[in-house]
């Protein structure tokens, strides 16, 4: 396994939309293992690989308390979403240091291949439905900061590219 470096927002390639995954085989399970161990020490909730600049549709989310429930989600499809809304803290791997609400369906059902490439359905509320909604919009190329207003993601960006410089300038 090995860790992956994660894109910063406002990188450009976070904007990229994945293609899906056409064979769950030996390849798309080491990217999945590289993925689970990146989430893993960064640390997070969930990773897409979009956020480590493989364009395919692949999301890794671990949720538990003691993250030691690994799920992953290849060719992850929306097939059904509640009409209620829920307000969430969102924070994202690729936005380090900046958290913000955003207001998502409070229910979703997924539809995706496992690890073994087999399909399965899923219902999730909670962190969970916020997480696979949050990665999916990563394989759309989309940050969970265009939910926000143009002055907050501006201001953002601005930060992030600071940033940026700051850390090549201490290396």
Known sequence: MALLTVLCYPDPRLHKVAKPV???????????????????????VG?????????????????SENQNALQVFINPELVWV????????????????YYDEVDRPAVVRVKALDIHGKEFEVE?????????????????????????????????????????KELVGQR
Do not use: N
């Open 82 to 97: 509640s009409p209620e809304k829920k307000s969430w803290r969102e924070g994202c791997l690729s936005v380090p240091e």
């Open 124 to 164: 999730a509320d909670g962190l969970l439905s916020v997480c696979l909604q949050h990665e999916m919009d990563h394989l759309q190329g989309k940050v969970f900061v265009e939910y926000l207003s143009m002055l907050k993601r501006t201001r953002i960006s601005l930060k992030m590219k600071k940033r940026a």
């Open 22 to 44: 056409a064979q769950v085989d030996a390849r798309i399970k080491k990217i999945v293992a590289d993925m689970a161990e990146t989430m893993y020490e960064a640390p997070g």
């Open 47 to 63: 990773l897409a690989a979009t956020q480590v600049d493989i364009h395919e549709r692949i999301v890794v989310i671990d949720v």
